[in-house]
């Protein structure tokens, strides 16, 4: 919850997406349900990038046409390496 409401007050740019996106629920059905919003959203991409062995990047600027690729929600692809598993066995 701490983590939410520091991106919802500072105005750092590597999070500016995730912070327009809790501004438009806050808009619609108020700040605390935006808060919690968006601690389980951080909750997600926090749990994807363990999963994945991954570091987070922020997704990059749209372009004024959408595209077809889907973005990757700040998720990083996985990294050639072997995964924990594999080094363990």
């Not at 105005?11 to 389980?40: F, M, S, Y």
């Not at 997704?59 to 690729?69: D, I, L, N, T």
């Amino acid at each position: 919850m701490q983590s939410a409401l520091c991106i919802l007050r500072l105005k750092n740019p590597d999070t500016a997406h995730l912070r327009q996106w809790a501004e438009g629920i806050a808009a619609r059905r108020g700040k605390r349900i935006a808060v919690v919003a968006l601690a389980r959203r951080l909750a997600g991409i926090l749990f994807a990038m363990m999963r994945d062995g991954t570091k987070y990047q922020p997704p990059k600027q749209r372009p004024s046409q959408p595209s077809q690729a889907e973005p990757t929600g700040g998720v990083a692809p996985p990294a050639q390496s072997p995964s924990c598993l594999e080094a363990a066995a």
